[in-house]
């Protein structure tokens, strides 16, 4: 009792934000986890199948390719997403004038409806009357179809990504300023160069905090990739952007498979842990390696 | 706030938070007398047209109420309904689509309106357009009351048609003869910059727009409509059926490319002019009415799908279904009934929306009024002796989903290495990856039918065929 009396005095302040997790992420994901052992079409009680639906997935040319289209866009995402958030975040975090203004332009992606900005993609993206399409076109580059190849849309999506990146440039200036001054001081005696002080100094100290957010922003990928792929790509062309959120919803609210899309989100669980172990081994390695 | 007060504070919460999720007794009888649920889709104009529908029961029936649950598009309306029914509280009424009415009617969780309307004398089947009708049945049973029975037509554009010289098309024209030649003359580069300003054709290469040109040369969909098991687009008829389709864009180049059908979809070609022929259903009519409105309009009429072989349509039709968990069927049917009334009929056929599925209505002026475009209205009553349709399968919205996606591939890629447009080959491999798709789709089908059927109790000799 006393142990839950000093949980509550050191942590009551993240009780409201835990009860609500608890209540709207942990409680429907556990009761989702049955579903994924049983045929269950949301009109009838579940039929206890045992592993059959994990069956079906593996023998599902579709789930393998959503799979294979949601580790692609992940994999262009998470590190292009973290390397600029630490370049906005290094460029930023010295207060001076604007500076405030910038890291509100930062952030405002973040904060913006998914389906506004999807919506606001579709047009910029518009193969012969978006923006975008009139900015090549200024080059005397033809606007390609980056809607219409499966390869170029997954990059596509994965560059729409890059713009949610407000949160880690926010917590990455936090984490820059935290970095005592007198290791800049002592380093600029000493003679270090730009490059060595990054190198040196900032990145090191900013690394458990990269590896932080390398593994959330690794787990977030796949769901914040499901808004574009809905709205933008529709999962084409040619299922090349079919990625495994929208997978899971097509199965469970358009043909009522509901517990078919439990098993693919089970999946897509594992698939997650799995890309955080391996991020975290190789970031811990090369740490110690560092070291 | 000490920190043991939060403990049951957040207790309360939870259980507050629990009550949220179903209604206690009290609010579940209050909720069987209130308002009857009537869940559509639609665009603005349609919406307005259910509203003006409801507005005339409820004055109509005094203290009657129904309540609209309007949704923008068909997708999110199936996503929403789906979910009103795992949450156990589907809508009382709601608008379905023939080809996805099977997914909820293999589910046992519709209420046969058909049956428990006739009973009480507020339907006579044949008041009613024959296929719209046979559309929604299941199992033998009328599940849900057609709406409309709208059907492909051509949309085409008179302006551009008296413009270039081209004679309007009549009634059996023929696809090879009069179509293309009409789609290529229309077909226009008007700045000389080498890219198509006006295009002769839009038509989405989906399986229900190419359906009625693999039935047009004496092909089939699937092998068999009451009970299928594959589909059947790689056999002969059908292939053909699908390489004419294929020559508007591999051969003659008369339909908008890939990617000017990306960055603006057929409709809007058509609507600002930039297109004289489209194949559209019925709906299409309330949008080309509504920028009519806004003095965007233009000189436009319809006309029948061009012959192949063979003269036929497909069907496109909505029906009012009911949940079989509705509380209150009574109110429900009388809403079903006032709707399927001349008077309802006529509320929604002025908005252009829908083809009347009750025979009087869509053959009076209200739906063939010569003040309203189309002039040629009377071509989709035209149309309905020769529809037809898609199985009534529970797998079959999956189906088409899957198959829409390899036939946008199919149509708007060039043809394989080393051969012409006319060899197919493509179109071979396309049909069989639609069948290989499907298979398992519809044996799994197949499988729970019969597992359904055996599970039913043996049904009283009626001498009924299937």
Known sequence: MSGLRAFLRNWHWTLPGFVLLLLLLGLPALMALPLAFSDFDGLHPPRYLGLGNLAKAWNDPLFWTALGNSLTVAAWSVPLRLLLALGLALLLHRPRRGVGLLRSAALAPSLTPDIAWALLWLWILNPLYGPFAWLLQAFGIAPDI???????????????????????????????KEIPQELYDLSTVEGAGAWTVFRRLTLPMLLPVLLLLACRDAALSFQTSFTPALIITKGGPQFGTLLLPLYVYQN??????????????????????????????????????GA | MPATRLLPAALLLVVA???????????????KSGPVKLQVFGDTAELKSYRELIAGYEASHPGQRVELLPVGKQADHMAKLSTAFAAGNPPDLFILNFRRFGQFA??????????????SGQFKEEDFYAPAVEAFRYRDQLMCLPQNVSSLVVYY???????????????????????????????RDLDGDKRKDIYGVGLDPTLIRLAPFVWGMGGELVDDLQAPTTL????????????????????????????????????????????????????????????????????????PLPRLQQEVGVLHSDAYCMARASGQPQAAQQFVAYALSEQGQGILARSGRTVPSRKTVATSPVFLDPAQKPARAQVFLDAIPALRRTPNVAVWHEIESKADVLLEEWFYEPPLPGESELEGSDTVLVSRQIRDAARPLLAE??????????????????????
């Open chain 2, 232 to 303: 059947t687009l790689d056999r002969g008829p059908a292939l053909l059926g699908l390489n004419a389709v294929k020559l508007l864009i591999s051969r003659y180049r008369v339909t908008p490319r890939l990617i000017e059908y990306q960055a603006e979809n057929n409709d809007a070609r058509f609507a600002r002019g930039a297109l004289a022929m489209l194949f559209q259903s019925r709906r299409y009519t309330a949008t080309l009415r509504e920028l009519e409105g806004q003095g965007k309009g233009l000189d436009w009429d319809v006309a």
């Open chain 2, 17 to 31: 938070l629990a009550a949220c999720g179903r209604g206690t007794p009290d609010k579940a009888e209050a909720a």
């Open chain 1, 252 to 289: 469970g609210f358009e043909y009522l498979r509901f517990g078919y899309a439990a098993a693919l989100t089970l999946a897509m669980f594992a698939v997650t842990l799995l890309m955080i172990a391996v991020q975290l081994f190789w970031l811990r390695r090369w740490t110690r390696i």
């Open chain 2, 445 to 466: 089908d197949l499988a729970r039918e019969q597992a359904a059927r055996a599970a039913a109790p043996a049904p009283a000799a009626t001498g009924e065929a299937h």
């Open chain 2, 106 to 119: 293999a589910k046992d969780v519709l209420l046969p309106l058909g049956p428990a309307m006739a009973a």
């Open chain 1, 146 to 176: 980056w809607l219409t190849d499966a390869a170029a849309a997954r990059r596509v999506l994965a560059l729409i990504g890059l713009w949610l990146l407000g949160e880690l440039v926010v917590v990455l200036i936090a984490a820059r």
């Open chain 2, 157 to 187: 554009n008179r302006a551009l048609f008296k413009q270039y010289g081209v004679p309007e098309p009549q009634a059996g024209w023929s696809y090879f003869k009069d179509f293309i030649p009409a789609a290529r003359l229309l077909t």
